[in-house]
């Protein structure tokens, strides 16, 4: 049920129970579980527009976190029949161990078109046929939604942890050295903010031969300084970023000290730690297959997304640069700062699931902690005078 009223009967295939929640689409045609898996679905029920799900199975070397955090699944057909030599459990089975609703059989294109038409909805799933529409309807117009929600302290971890798996197949340092990388002597040691963090951006930084500590989200500035970090990578996470003043203002006190790389809900608090605002988008990004234009090169990437807010470009002061911008709606998907070692995008490089496109910007990650290291070996006393200033 949608709060304008609207709803579907379907078939149940994973827990039981009635969940609240924000109704946003997936456009993705591959990559369920890690769809599933990614926090930044917290607080929401996902509606796969792909009509056929689950004949993969569920693996769990592929999940992106510890635990799903959505809401509900919604999907036209489960396939109760599993066709992978990877595969350890069936979706519906996983989905009720994971304690999360979904329902099948329902007409995913009419819920698309809806949330299209009116943008993002307050919705409930539920398996309860004892209930009416009417209370139905009462549960959910009186949920409070997203907006001004720290959804983050839901998602993130409760201590420090270090993370050492790469990517199986080590594609990243293919990728890199394709581009006349040579690995360091010594690994760059990254602290990664975990706003909500995707396991394969991890596995994306450690191929690309970094150290990685990651640190809650709370974690001040000052903290993460004591490391002596090469880089500090701002994550992905859900909710609305303006409801996170600790993590702009912590960011903000790394500028100039320190490389920054942020994406997704990490690009938009390091928009706003450089004096930018967010807003939100009317039905949100959420597939593999939105076209970015990368404006330094004209160079367009194929790229997957997870986001309902963006970065207002017209709010970012002239020390600030947009670099990419989404083909469809025009909206800034990556900025970086001309003077400081600081750039984000919006959209996923890391992919998992989606294609490798923009997996280059890991590599400017690296490159530009490599200048950052030069330096301060090089001109120790100008570094530290910067540091200061």
Known sequence: MLEDGSVWHGYGFGAEGTRVGEVVFNTSMTGYQEIITDPSYAGQIVVMTAPHIGNTGVTPEDDEASRAFLRGFVVRE?????????????????????????????DTRAITRRLREKGSLRGLI??????????????????????????????????????????????????????GDAAPARPFYVVAYDFGIK?????????????????????????????????????????????????VEATRALLGRVP???????????????????YRLKFGHHGGNQPV???RTGHVEISAHNHNFAVDPESLPPD???????LNDGCCEGLRHTTLPAFSVQYHPEAAPGPHDADYL?????????AHRQTKENVPGEYQKTREE
């Not at 890991?362 to 490599?370: D, G």
């Open 362 to 370: 890991f590599a400017e990650f690296v490159r530009l902690m490599a």
């Open 78 to 106: 489960y396939s109760p029949v599993v066709s992978n030599w990877r595969a350890r459990a069936s979706l519906s089975a996983w989905l009720a161990e994971q304690e999360i609703v979904a329902i099948q059989g329902v």
């Open 293 to 295: 234009k990368y404006l």
């Open 199 to 247: 396991r394969n951006i991890l596995r994306r930084l450690t191929s690309h031969g970094c150290r990685v500590t990651v640190v809650p989200a709370h974690t001040p500035a000052e903290e993460v300084l004591a490391l002596n970090p090469d880089g500090v990578f701002l994550s992905n996470g859900p909710g609305d970023p303006s409801a996170l003043p600790y993590a």
């Open 260 to 278: 920054i790389f942020g994406i997704c809900l990490g690009h938009q608090i390091l928009g706003q730690a450089l004096g930018g605002r967010t």
């Open 126 to 179: 539920t398996t309860d046929a004892t209930r009416s529409d009417a209370d139905l309807l009462e549960e959910v117009r009186a949920w409070p939604g997203l907006d001004g929600v720290d959804m983050v302290q839901t998602v993130t971890c409760a201590e420090a942890y270090h993370w050492t798996e790469p990517t199986a197949d080590a594609w990243e340092f293919r990728q890199w050295q394709a581009h």
């Open 320 to 326: 600030v640069e947009v670099t990419h911008v989404n």
